[in-house]
C-alpha cells in the first residue's frame, strides 16, 4: 500500500506563505486522486483542496485566492501552496489519496500531517 508523506509545514506571520508537499512511496501515487484536510485544534478535520490525476481541482471556498493545488507526476508528488496566510489557517494538515483513477477503486490512505502554525 502506498504510504504519504507531508513536509512543508511551520511557523510564519499573518501573510506569509507556505508550500505543503505530498510525496507518495510508490509509482501508482501518479494516478491517485488526492485531497489535502486540516485539522486545528478542538476542531473537525476539514476539506481544503483536491487534485484529480490529471490535475482538475477543486478549492474550498475559505481557501480560494490564496491556496493553490497542484502536482508533478514526475516527482511523485502533491503540493499545497499556501499564500496570504491567516490566524485561522494553523491546523494540521493532512494529504489523503482517495481514488485510484485507472481502476476506479476507493482508496483511503493518508499522511502523517504537518503542523502550520500562523501567528498574528
Known amino acids: 500500500q502506498v504510504r504519504l508523506e507531508e513536509s512543508g509545514g511551520g511557523l510564519v506571520r499573518t501573510g506569509g506563505s507556505l508550500r505543503l508537499s505530498c510525496v507518495g512511496s510508490?509509482?501508482?501515487?501518479?494516478?491517485?486522486?488526492v485531497g489535502w484536510f486540516r485539522q486545528a485544534p478542538g476542531k473537525e478535520r476539514e476539506f481544503v483542496a483536491h487534485?484529480?490525476?490529471?490535475?482538475?481541482?477543486t478549492v474550498a471556498d475559505s481557501v480560494k485566492g490564496r491556496f493553490t493545488i497542484s502536482r508533478d507526476n514526475g516527482e511523485n508528488a502533491v503540493y499545497l501552496q499556501m499564500n496570504s496566510l491567516k490566524p485561522e489557517d494553523t491546523a494540521v494538515y493532512y494529504c489523503n489519496a482517495d481514488q485510484d483513477s485507472m481502476s476506479g477503486r476507493a482508496i483511503d490512505v493518508w499522511g502523517q500531517g504537518t503542523l502550520v502554525t500562523v501567528s498574528a
Open positions: 510508490e509509482r501508482a501515487f501518479r494516478r491517485y486522486d
Open positions: 487534485i484529480n490525476w490529471n490535475g482538475g481541482s
